[in-house]
T-cell receptor, first 114, second 109 residues
Framework: DSGVTQTPKHLITATGQRVTLRCSPR?????VYWYQQSLDQGLQFLIQ???????AKGNILERFSAQQFPDLHSELNLSSLELGDSALYFC?????????????FGEGSWLTVV | QQPVQSPQAVILREGEDAVINCSSS?????VHWYRQKHGEAPVFLMI?????EQKGHEKISASFNEKKQQSSLYLTASQLSYSGTYFC??????????FGPGTRLSVLP
């Protein structure tokens, strides 16, 4: 158990819908990262937050947005969903920035768009 | 900006050794190595921070050549449990953490 909690674990929704994925980082971790992993693909970095502020942005679509709240939990919002958005979405956290710190991953949220 | 990994895939017999390489076109501050089993979360293996540093535990070790912006992961006397996809993750001056495309390792009995 990494200490990073993601909900829901599985989600099935229809195209055009909107979903929210939730992440609670490890206790004391200030950085939260979101990654998308499509079937048998690599880990695509979406976005990073550090202590409530956006720190880095990767290949995140405009239909996607995220935020980190004062209690450090984070949400990833996916809207106008398309079939191609079906993927495993990982949240990860680290104490500080990634440079010298271990990044711990949650178990992921499986999103299926039908 | 994504690091390059080689090989893309490797098949070994138990007890054989393997080397997985990771290289970047950008200057690197650190390199991380993770292993992922299918459908599971990536699991941390190690971080390398300094040029020329080599770290490891048991039969898995890694080196980092900061000048060449390269890192290598060494798996010796491989076990069935080593099977999975190995990702390197790099941190450059912009502090972005980016994973490589992964190397799929299969260890056969």
């Amino acid at each position: 158990d990494s200490g990073v909690t993601q909900t829901p674990k599985h989600l099935i929704t229809a195209t055009g819908q909107r979903v929210t994925l939730r992440c609670s980082p490890r206790s004391g971790d200030l950085s939260v990262y979101w990654y998308q992993q499509s079937l048998d693909q690599g880990l695509q970095f979406l976005i990073q937050y550090y202590n409530g502020e956006e720190r880095a942005k990767g290949n995140i679509l405009e239909r996607f947005s995220a935020q980190q709240f004062p209690d450090l939990h984070s949400e990833l919002n996916l809207s106008s969903l398309e079939l191609g958005d079906s993927a495993l979405y990982f949240c990860a956290s680290s104490v500080n920035t990634a440079a010298g710190n271990t990044i711990y991953f949650g178990e992921g949220s499986w999103l299926t768009v039908v | 900006q994504q690091p390059v990994q080689s090989p893309q895939a490797v098949i070994l017999r138990e007890g054989e050794d393997a080397v997985i390489n990771c290289s970047s076109s950008k200057a690197l501050y650190s390199v991380h190595w993770y292993r992922q089993k299918h459908g599971e979360a990536p699991v941390f293996l190690m971080i390398l921070l300094k040029g020329g540093e080599q770290k490891g535990h048991e039969k898995i070790s890694a080196s980092f050549n900061e000048k060449k912006q390269q890192s290598s992961l060494y798996l010796t006397a491989s076990q069935l449990s080593y099977s999975g996809t190995y990702f390197c993750g790099t941190v450059g001056r912009g502090q972005n953490f980016v994973f490589g495309p992964g190397t799929r390792l299969s260890v056969l009995p």
